[in-house]
Protein backbone atom coordinates (compact mmCIF):
# COMPACT_ATOMS: atom_id res chain seq x y z
CA UNK A 1 0.00 0.00 0.00
CA UNK A 2 3.00 2.38 0.74
CA UNK A 3 4.10 1.92 -2.98
CA UNK A 4 0.99 2.48 -4.09
CA UNK A 5 0.35 6.42 -1.87
CA UNK A 6 3.99 7.16 -2.89
CA UNK A 7 3.25 6.22 -6.86
CA UNK A 8 0.13 8.03 -6.80
CA UNK A 9 1.81 11.38 -4.76
CA UNK A 10 3.83 11.09 -7.79
CA UNK A 11 1.02 11.06 -10.64
CA UNK A 12 -0.74 14.12 -8.61
CA UNK A 13 2.76 15.88 -8.49
CA UNK A 14 2.41 15.59 -12.08
CA UNK A 15 -1.20 16.92 -12.20
CA UNK A 16 -0.56 19.75 -10.05
CA UNK A 17 2.50 20.86 -12.21
CA UNK A 18 0.64 20.85 -15.38
CA UNK A 19 -2.37 22.80 -13.48
CA UNK A 20 0.38 25.43 -12.52
CA UNK A 21 1.77 25.55 -15.91
CA UNK A 22 -1.70 25.91 -17.77
CA UNK A 23 -2.88 28.08 -15.58
CA UNK A 24 -0.10 30.81 -15.69
CA UNK A 25 0.25 30.61 -19.31
CA UNK A 26 -3.29 31.09 -19.51
CA UNK A 27 -3.50 34.24 -16.74
CA UNK A 28 0.11 36.11 -18.38
CA UNK A 29 -1.07 35.99 -21.85
CA UNK A 30 -4.56 38.31 -20.74
CA UNK A 31 -4.57 41.41 -21.28
CA UNK A 32 -3.85 44.00 -17.91
CA UNK A 33 -0.41 45.23 -16.40
CA UNK A 34 -0.06 43.96 -12.84
CA UNK A 35 2.50 46.36 -11.67
CA UNK A 36 0.28 49.33 -12.84
CA UNK A 37 -2.50 47.95 -10.36
CA UNK A 38 0.11 47.43 -7.34
CA UNK A 39 1.46 50.89 -7.76
CA UNK A 40 -1.50 52.70 -8.74
CA UNK A 41 -2.59 55.47 -10.78
CA UNK A 42 -0.87 58.01 -9.73
CA UNK A 43 2.52 56.32 -9.32
CA UNK A 44 5.67 57.15 -11.36
CA UNK A 45 7.89 55.34 -14.30
CA UNK A 46 10.34 54.49 -12.07
CA UNK A 47 8.02 52.70 -9.39
CA UNK A 48 5.88 50.90 -11.92
CA UNK A 49 9.60 49.64 -13.60
CA UNK A 50 10.70 48.25 -10.10
CA UNK A 51 7.45 46.29 -9.69
CA UNK A 52 7.37 44.98 -13.03
CA UNK A 53 11.18 43.88 -11.95
CA UNK A 54 10.23 42.38 -8.46
CA UNK A 55 7.46 40.41 -10.47
CA UNK A 56 9.71 39.43 -13.12
CA UNK A 57 7.39 40.53 -15.69
CA UNK A 58 10.30 41.93 -17.72
CA UNK A 59 11.76 38.33 -18.19
CA UNK A 60 9.96 36.33 -20.86
CA UNK A 61 7.30 33.87 -20.36
CA UNK A 62 9.36 30.99 -20.33
CA UNK A 63 11.80 32.34 -17.47
CA UNK A 64 8.34 33.30 -15.49
CA UNK A 65 7.05 30.24 -15.89
CA UNK A 66 10.37 28.35 -14.20
CA UNK A 67 10.14 31.00 -12.06
CA UNK A 68 6.15 30.47 -10.56
CA UNK A 69 6.64 26.61 -10.85
CA UNK A 70 9.97 27.39 -8.05
CA UNK A 71 8.17 29.26 -6.15
CA UNK A 72 4.89 26.81 -5.64
CA UNK A 73 7.08 23.78 -5.62
CA UNK A 74 7.90 22.68 -2.15
CA UNK A 75 11.51 22.39 -2.53
CA UNK A 76 12.84 25.22 -4.90
CA UNK A 77 16.12 26.92 -5.57
CA UNK A 78 16.34 30.04 -3.59
CA UNK A 79 19.00 32.94 -3.07
CA UNK A 80 19.83 32.69 0.93
CA UNK A 81 20.32 36.16 1.82
CA UNK A 82 18.29 37.92 3.64
CA UNK A 83 15.43 38.78 1.16
CA UNK A 84 15.45 34.99 -0.09
CA UNK A 85 14.75 34.10 3.59
CA UNK A 86 12.21 36.56 4.49
CA UNK A 87 10.00 35.49 1.31
CA UNK A 88 10.21 32.00 0.78
CA UNK A 89 11.81 30.66 4.69
CA UNK A 90 12.14 27.12 4.82
CA UNK A 91 15.08 24.81 5.34
CA UNK A 92 18.23 24.75 3.38
CA UNK A 93 18.60 21.07 2.35
CA UNK A 94 21.51 21.46 -0.29
CA UNK A 95 23.40 24.82 -0.44
CA UNK A 96 24.81 25.78 -3.66
CA UNK A 97 26.73 28.80 -3.29
CA UNK A 98 24.81 32.22 -2.96
CA UNK A 99 21.89 29.98 -3.08
CA UNK A 100 20.00 27.16 -1.84
CA UNK A 101 17.63 24.11 -2.24
CA UNK A 102 15.05 24.72 0.03
CA UNK A 103 12.47 22.46 1.59
CA UNK A 104 9.86 25.58 2.29
CA UNK A 105 5.96 25.92 2.41
CA UNK A 106 4.46 26.52 -1.16
CA UNK A 107 4.70 29.93 -2.36
CA UNK A 108 1.96 31.45 -4.18
CA UNK A 109 3.30 34.87 -4.22
CA UNK A 110 1.26 37.98 -2.91
CA UNK A 111 -1.78 39.66 -3.34
CA UNK A 112 -2.21 42.41 -6.03
CA UNK A 113 -5.30 44.19 -3.57
CA UNK A 114 -3.84 43.52 -0.20
CA UNK A 115 -0.52 42.95 -0.19
CA UNK A 116 -0.56 39.48 1.70
CA UNK A 117 0.52 36.19 0.91
CA UNK A 118 -1.75 34.40 -1.39
CA UNK A 119 -1.46 31.46 1.38
CA UNK A 120 -2.32 32.89 4.10
CA UNK A 121 -5.15 34.26 2.65
CA UNK A 122 -6.39 31.05 1.20
CA UNK A 123 -6.03 28.85 4.84
CA UNK A 124 -7.99 31.91 6.30
CA UNK A 125 -11.02 31.43 4.11
CA UNK A 126 -10.46 27.23 3.67
CA UNK A 127 -12.04 26.78 7.02
CA UNK A 128 -15.74 27.96 5.65
CA UNK A 129 -15.70 25.91 2.56
CA UNK A 130 -14.50 23.07 4.74
CA UNK A 131 -17.76 23.27 7.00
CA UNK A 132 -20.03 23.78 3.95
CA UNK A 133 -18.62 21.07 2.30
CA UNK A 134 -18.75 18.47 4.76
CA UNK A 135 -22.50 19.97 6.03
CA UNK A 136 -23.32 19.32 2.65
CA UNK A 137 -21.66 15.86 2.14
CA UNK A 138 -23.24 15.00 5.13
CA UNK A 139 -27.04 16.13 4.35
CA UNK A 140 -26.34 14.17 0.52
CA UNK A 141 -25.20 11.28 2.14
CA UNK A 142 -27.43 10.39 5.10
CA UNK A 143 -30.50 11.37 3.09
CA UNK A 144 -29.47 9.78 -0.26
CA UNK A 145 -28.56 6.41 1.90
CA UNK A 146 -31.87 6.43 3.76
CA UNK A 147 -33.91 7.94 0.68
CA UNK A 148 -32.25 5.10 -1.66
CA UNK A 149 -32.79 1.84 0.89
CA UNK A 150 -36.46 2.84 1.30
CA UNK A 151 -36.95 3.26 -2.42
CA UNK A 152 -35.14 -0.11 -3.07
CA UNK A 153 -36.82 -1.81 -0.32
CA UNK A 154 -40.13 -0.64 -2.24
CA UNK A 155 -39.30 -0.96 -6.10
CA UNK A 156 -41.98 -0.16 -8.72
CA UNK A 157 -44.22 1.25 -5.39
CA UNK A 158 -45.70 4.96 -5.66
CA UNK A 159 -43.14 5.89 -3.39
CA UNK A 160 -40.16 5.02 -5.01
CA UNK A 161 -41.53 6.63 -7.97
CA UNK A 162 -42.10 9.89 -6.04
CA UNK A 163 -38.47 9.58 -4.71
CA UNK A 164 -36.79 8.66 -8.41
CA UNK A 165 -38.85 11.87 -9.77
CA UNK A 166 -37.45 14.11 -7.38
CA UNK A 167 -33.87 12.66 -7.45
CA UNK A 168 -33.76 13.44 -11.42
CA UNK A 169 -35.14 16.78 -11.08
CA UNK A 170 -32.56 17.19 -7.74
CA UNK A 171 -29.80 16.22 -10.69
CA UNK A 172 -31.50 18.68 -13.19
CA UNK A 173 -31.42 21.81 -11.29
CA UNK A 174 -27.82 23.38 -11.40
CA UNK A 175 -27.00 24.09 -7.97
CA UNK A 176 -26.99 27.65 -7.97
CA UNK A 177 -30.47 28.16 -9.53
CA UNK A 178 -31.50 26.19 -6.26
CA UNK A 179 -29.48 28.31 -4.39
CA UNK A 180 -31.45 31.40 -5.39
CA UNK A 181 -34.47 29.82 -5.48
CA UNK A 182 -33.68 28.55 -1.39
CA UNK A 183 -31.84 31.37 -0.77
CA UNK A 184 -35.17 34.21 -1.64
CA UNK A 185 -37.74 31.01 -0.24
CA UNK A 186 -36.73 30.62 3.08
CA UNK A 187 -34.43 33.46 3.69
CA UNK A 188 -35.86 35.92 2.60
CA UNK A 189 -40.19 35.33 1.73
CA UNK A 190 -40.36 32.70 4.92
CA UNK A 191 -37.57 34.01 6.69
CA UNK A 192 -39.84 35.02 9.80
CA UNK A 193 -41.18 31.63 10.37
CA UNK A 194 -37.66 29.65 9.80
CA UNK A 195 -35.35 32.21 11.66
CA UNK A 196 -33.05 31.83 8.74
CA UNK A 197 -31.23 35.08 6.89
CA UNK A 198 -30.25 35.19 3.28
CA UNK A 199 -26.63 35.70 4.55
CA UNK A 200 -24.36 35.16 7.62
CA UNK A 201 -21.05 33.55 8.51
CA UNK A 202 -20.19 30.21 10.79
CA UNK A 203 -19.61 32.42 13.41
CA UNK A 204 -21.13 35.64 14.89
CA UNK A 205 -20.14 38.47 16.80
CA UNK A 206 -22.15 40.19 19.57
CA UNK A 207 -21.99 43.63 18.65
CA UNK A 208 -22.62 44.89 22.80
CA UNK A 209 -20.21 42.14 24.12
CA UNK A 210 -17.78 41.03 21.64
CA UNK A 211 -18.06 37.61 22.14
CA UNK A 212 -18.25 35.35 19.14
CA UNK A 213 -20.67 32.19 19.34
CA UNK A 214 -21.63 29.47 16.60
CA UNK A 215 -24.13 30.04 14.62
CA UNK A 216 -25.32 26.82 12.93
CA UNK A 217 -28.45 28.19 11.43
CA UNK A 218 -26.69 30.51 8.66
CA UNK A 219 -24.82 26.99 7.92
CA UNK A 220 -28.21 25.17 7.22
CA UNK A 221 -29.91 27.27 3.87
CA UNK A 222 -26.13 27.19 1.86
CA UNK A 223 -25.36 23.58 3.17
CA UNK A 224 -28.71 22.17 1.44
CA UNK A 225 -28.21 24.29 -1.76
CA UNK A 226 -25.27 22.67 -2.40
CA UNK A 227 -26.22 18.99 -1.54
CA UNK A 228 -28.94 18.79 -3.22
CA UNK A 229 -27.20 17.31 -6.75
CA UNK A 230 -25.12 14.80 -4.30
CA UNK A 231 -28.22 14.11 -2.39
CA UNK A 232 -30.26 12.80 -5.56
CA UNK A 233 -27.12 11.02 -7.25
CA UNK A 234 -26.54 9.38 -4.03
CA UNK A 235 -30.06 8.00 -3.71
CA UNK A 236 -30.55 6.64 -7.32
CA UNK A 237 -26.93 5.21 -6.46
CA UNK A 238 -28.23 3.65 -3.47
CA UNK A 239 -31.04 2.60 -4.70
CA UNK A 240 -29.77 0.35 -7.95
CA UNK A 241 -26.74 -0.57 -5.65
CA UNK A 242 -29.51 -2.33 -3.41
CA UNK A 243 -31.54 -3.94 -6.16
CA UNK A 244 -28.43 -5.57 -7.24
CA UNK A 245 -27.20 -6.61 -4.04
CA UNK A 246 -30.66 -7.96 -2.92
CA UNK A 247 -31.06 -10.13 -5.74
CA UNK A 248 -27.70 -11.78 -4.69
CA UNK A 249 -27.85 -15.39 -3.42
CA UNK A 250 -26.12 -14.88 -0.32
CA UNK A 251 -28.73 -12.37 0.58
CA UNK A 252 -31.81 -15.37 -0.10
CA UNK A 253 -29.73 -17.68 1.93
CA UNK A 254 -29.56 -15.39 4.60
CA UNK A 255 -32.98 -14.91 5.12
CA UNK A 256 -33.50 -18.87 4.36
CA UNK A 257 -31.25 -19.21 7.44
CA UNK A 258 -33.73 -17.30 9.37
CA UNK A 259 -32.45 -13.78 9.26
CA UNK A 260 -34.69 -11.08 9.85
CA UNK A 261 -35.13 -8.63 6.75
CA UNK A 262 -34.20 -5.56 8.93
CA UNK A 263 -30.89 -7.86 9.84
CA UNK A 264 -30.39 -9.15 6.40
CA UNK A 265 -30.68 -5.48 5.29
CA UNK A 266 -28.12 -3.74 7.65
CA UNK A 267 -25.67 -6.34 8.21
CA UNK A 268 -25.41 -7.80 4.76
CA UNK A 269 -26.80 -6.06 2.39
CA UNK A 270 -26.27 -2.49 3.00
CA UNK A 271 -22.60 -3.22 3.99
CA UNK A 272 -21.68 -3.94 0.16
CA UNK A 273 -24.29 -1.82 -1.32
CA UNK A 274 -22.13 0.85 0.19
CA UNK A 275 -19.24 0.69 -2.01
CA UNK A 276 -20.05 2.27 -4.83
CA UNK A 277 -21.90 5.16 -2.69
CA UNK A 278 -18.35 5.61 -0.63
CA UNK A 279 -16.78 6.23 -4.03
CA UNK A 280 -19.02 8.91 -5.21
CA UNK A 281 -19.68 10.23 -1.68
CA UNK A 282 -15.57 10.73 -1.86
CA UNK A 283 -15.44 12.21 -5.13
CA UNK A 284 -18.24 14.66 -4.28
CA UNK A 285 -16.86 15.73 -1.57
CA UNK A 286 -13.91 17.35 -3.76
CA UNK A 287 -16.12 18.41 -5.84
CA UNK A 288 -18.59 20.34 -3.29
CA UNK A 289 -15.29 22.02 -2.77
CA UNK A 290 -14.87 23.40 -5.65
CA UNK A 291 -18.29 23.77 -6.55
CA UNK A 292 -19.27 25.64 -3.44
CA UNK A 293 -17.87 28.91 -5.28
CA UNK A 294 -21.12 30.42 -6.62
CA UNK A 295 -22.98 29.07 -3.38
CA UNK A 296 -20.70 31.03 -1.51
CA UNK A 297 -21.26 34.19 -3.45
CA UNK A 298 -24.97 33.96 -3.19
CA UNK A 299 -24.81 33.79 0.46
CA UNK A 300 -22.18 35.56 1.35
CA UNK A 301 -20.51 32.82 2.89
CA UNK A 302 -16.65 33.38 4.00
CA UNK A 303 -14.87 30.76 2.43
CA UNK A 304 -12.65 30.24 -0.85
CA UNK A 305 -15.44 30.56 -3.67
CA UNK A 306 -16.08 34.44 -1.99
CA UNK A 307 -12.09 35.57 -1.97
CA UNK A 308 -11.56 33.72 -5.51
CA UNK A 309 -14.41 35.68 -7.30
CA UNK A 310 -13.55 38.91 -5.70
CA UNK A 311 -10.29 38.36 -7.10
CA UNK A 312 -11.93 37.70 -10.35
CA UNK A 313 -13.51 41.13 -10.69
CA UNK A 314 -10.53 43.15 -9.15
CA UNK A 315 -7.73 40.75 -11.74
CA UNK A 316 -6.54 39.91 -8.85
CA UNK A 317 -3.99 36.84 -10.77
CA UNK A 318 -2.24 35.68 -7.77
CA UNK A 319 -5.33 34.99 -5.52
CA UNK A 320 -7.22 33.22 -8.70
CA UNK A 321 -4.08 31.04 -9.50
CA UNK A 322 -3.50 30.35 -6.11
CA UNK A 323 -6.90 29.18 -5.32
CA UNK A 324 -7.03 26.78 -8.77
CA UNK A 325 -4.12 25.01 -7.46
CA UNK A 326 -4.94 25.01 -3.95
CA UNK A 327 -8.27 22.69 -4.93
CA UNK A 328 -6.78 20.83 -7.58
CA UNK A 329 -4.08 19.56 -4.75
CA UNK A 330 -7.37 19.14 -2.84
CA UNK A 331 -8.71 17.31 -5.59
CA UNK A 332 -5.08 14.70 -5.86
CA UNK A 333 -5.07 14.14 -1.84
CA UNK A 334 -8.64 13.64 -1.51
CA UNK A 335 -8.71 11.46 -4.68
CA UNK A 336 -5.75 9.32 -3.21
CA UNK A 337 -7.58 8.61 0.41
CA UNK A 338 -10.23 6.96 -1.82
CA UNK A 339 -8.62 4.49 -3.48
CA UNK A 340 -6.99 3.23 -0.12
CA UNK A 341 -10.55 3.59 1.56
CA UNK A 342 -12.16 1.39 -1.26
CA UNK A 343 -9.50 -0.92 -0.73
CA UNK A 344 -10.40 -1.33 3.21
CA UNK A 345 -13.59 -1.59 2.55
CA UNK A 346 -13.71 -4.06 -0.26
CA UNK A 347 -11.39 -6.67 0.45
CA UNK A 348 -11.91 -7.92 -3.03
CA UNK A 349 -9.70 -4.98 -4.18
CA UNK A 350 -6.41 -4.98 -4.21
CA UNK A 351 -4.02 -1.96 -4.27
CA UNK A 352 -1.13 -3.09 -7.18
Not at 198 to 216: K, M, V
Request: some cysteine; glycine content about 8%.
Amino acid sequence: MFSFILRRLGQGLLVLVGVACTVFILFNVLPGDPAALLAGQRSDVATKAAITADLGLDQPLPARLLGYLNDVSPLGLHPRDSAGRARYGGVAVLPLGSRAVVLKTPYLRRSFQSNKDVLRILLDYFPGTTWLALAAMLIASVGGVAFGVVAALRPQSWLDRVLVSTSVLGISVPSFVAAIVIAVTFGFYWSHWTGLSLTGQLYETDPFTGERHLALRNLLLPAVALGIRPLAIITQLTRSSMLDVLGQDYIRTARAKGLSRTATVLHHALRNALNPVVTAVSGWLASLMAGAFFIEYIFNWKGLGTITLRAVENLDFPVVMGSTLFVAALFVVINIAVDVLYAVLDPRVKLG
